[in-house]
T-cell receptor, first 115, second 114 residues
């Protein structure tokens, strides 16, 4: 069974204080690893897809990296508007055949950035 | 480009009733997936529809069902509601092919069962 574990559960940072969020995963065969941001009362907002170990993607102050067992979301010089819950999800290529719909999510990391 | 829309946004129902939620995907997307989000279990996959066919299903009881129409719009139905069905129900759309399967989520429907 696919498993996704995110750490820490909550992270408090001062504005400008860089840090990283971790996502450890177990799947039979990784089709893709996804990062989402979710604000309270809203649906998750797509950030990145990573497909293979060694891949990196960047967007503004965020950079996502992938190894064979985990992914990191690096936040450089965060601002208060980066406060949100960050979700990691995986899609297992062996779980759904031709289905590309099933994502297995971690519990998320609640990030709070203080001014 | 319009995003994923879900209606209604909020719903209050009584135990034993049934409910139907609606989702309109991004134009051109043929895959619609449904998820249940609760504080205790997080986001859990319910099912995926592609071209009006259920392509995958999560571990939920048969009270949870869905369908997709020819215009890719989707509905999910929950019958005989239980208190534990209170949750945020999220719909996600994607092109659903091997070349493009990133999922984009709607704002969700908040269901409260009393």
């Amino acid at each position: 069974e696919d498993q996704v574990t995110q750490s820490p559960e909550a992270l408090r940072l001062q504005e400008g204080e860089s840090s990283s969020l971790n996502c450890s995963y177990t799947v039979s065969g990784l089709r893709g690893l996804f990062w989402y941001r979710q604000d309270p009362g809203k649906g998750p907002e797509f950030l990145f897809t990573l497909y293979s170990a060694g891949e990196e993607k960047e967007k503004e102050r965020l950079k996502a990296t992938l190894t064979k067992k985990e992914s990191f979301l690096h936040i450089t010089a965060p601002k208060p508007e980066d406060s949100a819950t960050y979700l990691c999800a995986v899609q297992d290529e062996s779980a759904g055949g031709t289905s590309y719909g099933k994502l297995t999510f971690g519990q998320g990391t609640i990030l709070t950035v203080h001014p | 480009k319009a995003g994923v829309t879900q209606t209604p946004r909020y719903l209050i129902k009584t135990r034993g009733q049934q409910v139907t939620l609606s989702c309109s995907p991004i134009s051109g997307h043929r895959s619609v997936s449904w998820y249940q989000q609760t504080p205790g279990q997080g986001l859990q996959f319910l099912f995926e529809y592609f071209s009006e066919t259920q392509r995958n299903k999560g571990n939920f009881p048969g009270r949870f069902s869905g369908r997709q129409f020819s215009n890719s719009r989707s509905e999910m139905n929950v019958s005989t509601l239980e208190l534990g069905d209170s949750a945020l129900y999220l719909c996600a759309s994607s092109r659903g092919t091997s070349h493009s399967y990133e999922q984009y989520f709607g704002p969700g429907t908040r269901l409260t069962v009393t």
